[in-house]
Structure formats: structure tokens, C-alpha cells
């Protein structure tokens, strides 16, 4: 599956941003989906996760009670709404699809298809 993130910017501290992730193919829906980050000089990591059917989701403790990961798989695409976001959320945000439905993972490595990224900037 083909995907393209997209939705990033630049924010305030306390600000809001939504994120998508535009998937190619019907068969987006047989997947779990992840976001992950890196910024730079450091490695990759996991934001956020979520099953096949939008049930499930599992995110990283950094980031729970301000992100929320939702996909529609009628319209193929995946979200991450980012609330009162931090100058530490600032990153390149990857949307990844995993195809062994071996759980919500957590490392990239475990991730099939990845999109091209998406710039986040968060201002103090």
C-alpha cells in the first residue's frame, strides 16, 4: 500500500494540528496503522497505533491524553489530531502500514509501508 502524510505545520505551544494519511489500494483496510516521529539527530519513534477495523488504538505515554488516532476506511485515510501540542512534539511525523496484524506495534522496523513524512513545527 501506497501512502502520503500530510497536514503538518508550524503551531504555538498549546496548539492544534491534525494530520492525514492518504492510502492507495482496497486493501488499507486489512492493515494496522501507525504514526511514528523523528526528530532530528535522533531515531525514529512511536506516537500512536491503531487496528485494522479502528477499534483498538495504543499510544505512546507522551503523547496520550493529546493525540487521538482515528482512520476512515471507507475513504482509505488515517488520522492523528494532535492537541495542545508541545515544543518537544516538533518533528517529521511518518504514517506506517503494518501487515501482520501481530498487534498494535510499536517499532518501525515492524512496519511495511511508510509515507514520506510531514514536517511539524511546534514555536514556545
Known amino acids: 500500500v501506497q501512502l502520503q502524510a500530510s497536514g503538518g505545520g508550524l503551531v504555538q505551544a498549546g496548539g492544534s494540528l491534525r494530520l492525514s494519511c492518504a492510502a492507495s489500494?482496497?486493501?488499507?483496510?486489512?492493515?494496522?496503522m501507525g504514526w511514528f516521529r523523528q526528530a532530528p539527530g535522533k531515531e525514529r519513534t512511536f506516537v500512536a497505533a491503531?487496528?485494522?477495523?479502528?477499534?483498538?488504538?495504543r499510544y505512546a505515554d507522551s503523547v496520550k491524553g493529546r493525540f487521538t488516532i482515528s482512520r476512515d476506511n471507507v475513504a482509505n485515510t488515517g488520522y492523528l489530531q494532535m492537541n495542545n501540542l508541545k515544543p518537544e512534539d516538533t518533528a517529521v511525523y511518518y504514517c506506517?502500514?503494518?501487515?501482520?496484524?501481530?498487534?498494535?506495534?510499536?517499532?518501525?522496523?515492524?512496519?511495511?509501508?511508510w509515507g514520506q513524512g510531514t514536517q511539524v513545527t511546534v514555536s514556545s
Open positions: 489500494g482496497r486493501t488499507f483496510v486489512r492493515y494496522n
Open positions: 506506517a502500514a503494518d501487515r501482520h496484524l501481530a498487534g498494535l506495534r510499536t517499532t518501525p522496523g515492524n512496519y511495511d509501508d
Open positions: 491503531i487496528g485494522s477495523r479502528g477499534i483498538t488504538t
